[in-house]
């Protein structure tokens, strides 16, 4: 019995593991102003960009994680200044 748990345990951790490398893998390495950010943090920017209705600015550096990471998006945000 007390085996059958420790497996238990040893196969949910590798399952956790792996799911938290698939969450690293899904985006690539990002930095905002010199400062990696999360795969929580990602997901929260493409979260709000897909919520706002209008957004009035952006910054050079979300265009480009945007562009990396969901090209369909590109189309929410406002014209790029050239």
């Known amino acids: 019995m007390v085996s ?15 799911a938290g490398r698939e969450a690293e893998q899904k985006y690539a390495n990002e930095f905002l102003h010199g400062r990696p950010l999360s795969p929580e943090e990602l997901e929260m920017i493409r979260q709000q960009i897909e919520a706002f209705d209008d957004i009035g600015a952006v910054d050079d550096e979300i265009r480009g994680i945007v562009a990396r990471n969901w090209p369909h998006l590109l189309e929410k945000l406002p014209p790029q200044d050239d």
């Open 4 to 18: 059958r748990l420790r497996a238990d345990a040893g196969a949910d951790r590798i399952a956790r593991g792996a």
